[in-house]
Nanobody, 129 residues
């Protein structure tokens, strides 16, 4: 089992920044690719960023590319999402997720929600105009 706990959400004005953190415990953190998803009211959950087990490979949804940065610190069992130039459309509950991958897939970044095995409880991000 892996437990994921997000933090860092809150209320921010448009144009501002937030950094989300997701602390993992349980199994070896470096065995998992990590992703950040978000879900706004009435919308489907969407993956906005993902990072490989090693941290060498990152993927972003077009809607956040150039504004958000995902990173991980395997020594601290933590994945981060730095969010800059926030817009009201970024308002959502943000979730981190962990997907177990064997060594054959060390640089693979899962894109779909069903490729992730464990989920955090979510943290609310609200961007005011």
């Amino acid at each position: 089992q892996v437990q994921l706990v997000e933090s860092g959400g809150g209320l921010v004005q448009a144009g501002g920044s937030l950094r989300l953190s997701c602390a993992a415990s349980g199994r070896s953190f470096s065995d998992f690719a990590m992703g950040w998803f978000r879900q706004a009211p009435g919308k489907e959950r969407e993956r906005i960023a993902g990072i490989s087990r090693s941290g060498a490979i990152t993927h972003y949804a077009d809607v956040v590319k150039g504004r958000f940065t995902i990173s991980r610190d395997n020594a601290k069992n933590t994945v981060y999402l730095q969010m800059n130039s926030l817009k009201p459309g970024d308002t959502a509950v943000y979730y981190c997720a962990a997907g177990f991958l064997t060594n054959s897939y060390i640089d693979y970044v899962p894109e779909n929600h069903y490729e992730y095995d464990y989920w955090g409880q979510g943290t609310q991000v609200t961007v005011s105009s």
